[in-house]
């Protein structure tokens, strides 16, 4: 029987950080196993009408989405801060919004929570979206830029 004489302060000290390193693990996402909750954004359209998107996930993971079913895993943001744009998107009602104003070059956001959707887009055309909208747009565009 083991008691707590028996036991070395290393061994509980290395059981104590093996437990703590293994709970604090996030889950990895693949293109074959994403969470419920998916938020895409990017622009489309112009000359060549194509379409540059990314795939931000609560977990700080960032994918650019060459075509569909594709994805190019970039590199993390952090947890908080991905956690922190899913509840900003929530604290500005986007879930609500509806906002389908695409032109010739056309921005958007959209928000996959299992099988529910919501697409917002909008162009530099008239009507113009809200300052909120686009500056909660900037803010994920900032996401993909490379650290300076």
Known sequence: M?????????????????????????TTYTIDNLPEKQLYFGSGGGFTGMVTEYLLLENGQLFKVPSPG?????????????????????????????????GNIYYFIRMVNGESENFISWSDQRPLPEVKMMDYYKSLMETVQPSK
């Open 70 to 102: 594709q994805l190019e895993e970039m590199d993390k943001v952090k947890k908080k801060k991905a956690e922190s744009i899913y509840a900003e998107y929530e604290a500005l009602g986007f879930g609500d919004l509806i906002f389908n104003q695409p």
């Open 2 to 26: 083991i008691t707590m004489r028996n036991t070395s302060p290393l061994a509980i000290l290395l059981a104590l950080a093996t437990f703590l390193i293994f709970s604090c693990k996030t």
